[in-house]
C-alpha cells in the first residue's frame, strides 16, 4: 500500500463543505485511492475511490490532482451525522490498511 | 448497497471460554471476507482474510490456533475466539467484497467483546 498521510482532526460547521485532504505521494500509477468513514462504534462504511478521475456519487465527492500525490475528500453540505473519522487508503496488495485517518467534528 | 451483517453484536464472557462470531453478506456473495479488531482510540488491525473453501491466511502477530475462522459458504465466515482472555476485549469488524471488486469493503456493524 502506498502511505498515506491526513490531518488527525478537522471541525466543520453543519452546512458547510468539508474538505479533507490526503497526502499520497508515493501512490503508483495503477493504484486507486478509497475512502471510507467510521462513526463511532460502528464498523467503517465505503463513501467513494478514483484512479485518476475526479468521482461523484451520493455522498461525496473525490478531487484527485493531475499528478496523483493528494486528493480531497468534500463533503458538500456536512451534518451532524457526518461526524466520524475518515480513511483514506490507496490499497497496492489484497487487503485495505487503515492508517489513523482524520477525525471530522462537524459543529452546529 | 451490499449489506453485511454480524451476530451478536455485542458479548461478554467470562475467562478462558470461547465465543464465535458470525458474519454474513445478506445480499451478494463473497468469496473472500476480511476479520478486522479495534482497541479503544486505535484504527482497524486486519487479522486475517477468509477465503470461501480454503484456510484463512492470517497476518503476521495473530495467533491462527487461537482466532478460529471458518468459511464454509460464499455468504458466512465465522470467527471463534478460543480460550479467551480480558487482553482479547476489543471491538471486532468483518467484512466482505462483491466479486472483482475486493477493495469496495461492505463492513458488517461490529461485535464488541468484553471478556471478565
Known amino acids: 500500500d502506498a502511505k498515506t498521510t491526513q490531518p488527525p482532526s478537522m471541525d466543520c460547521a453543519e452546512g458547510r463543505a468539508a474538505n479533507l485532504p490526503c497526502n499520497h505521494s508515493?501512490?503508483?500509477?495503477?493504484?486507486?485511492v478509497y475512502w471510507y468513514r467510521q462513526i463511532h462504534s460502528q464498523g467503517p462504511q465505503y463513501i467513494i475511490h478514483?484512479?485518476?478521475n475526479n468521482e461523484t456519487n451520493e455522498m461525496a465527492s473525490l478531487i484527485i490532482t493531475e499528478d496523483r500525490k493528494s486528493s480531497t475528500l468534500i463533503l458538500p453540505h456536512a451534518t451532524l451525522r457526518d461526524t466520524a473519522v475518515y480513511y483514506c487508503?490507496?490499497?497496492?496488495?489484497?487487503?485495505?490498511?487503515f492508517g489513523g485517518g482524520t477525525r471530522l467534528m462537524v459543529k452546529p | 448497497g451490499a449489506v453485511v451483517s454480524q451476530h451478536p453484536s455485542w458479548v461478554i464472557c467470562k475467562s478462558g471460554t470461547s465465543v464465535k462470531i458470525e458474519c454474513r453478506s445478506l445480499?451478494?456473495?463473497?468469496?473472500?471476507m476480511f476479520w478486522y479488531r479495534q482497541f479503544p482510540k486505535q484504527s482497524l488491525m486486519l487479522m486475517a482474510t477468509?477465503?470461501?473453501?480454503?484456510?484463512?491466511?492470517?497476518e503476521q502477530g495473530v495467533e491462527k490456533d487461537k482466532f478460529l475462522i471458518n468459511h464454509a459458504s460464499l455468504t458466512l465466515s465465522t470467527l471463534t475466539v478460543t480460550s479467551a482472555h480480558p487482553e482479547d476485549s476489543s471491538f471486532y469488524i468483518c467484512?466482505?467484497?462483491?466479486?472483482?471488486?475486493?477493495?469496495?469493503?461492505?463492513f458488517g456493524p461490529g461485535t464488541r467483546l468484553t471478556v471478565t
Open positions: 467484512s466482505a467484497s462483491p466479486p472483482g471488486a475486493i477493495y469496495e469493503q461492505y
Open positions: 445480499d451478494f456473495q463473497a468469496t473472500t
Open positions: 477468509s477465503n470461501e473453501g480454503s484456510k484463512a491466511t492470517y
Open positions: 487508503i490507496a490499497p497496492g496488495g489484497n487487503m485495505l490498511t
Open positions: 478514483g484512479l485518476k
Open positions: 508515493t501512490i503508483s500509477g495503477n493504484e486507486y
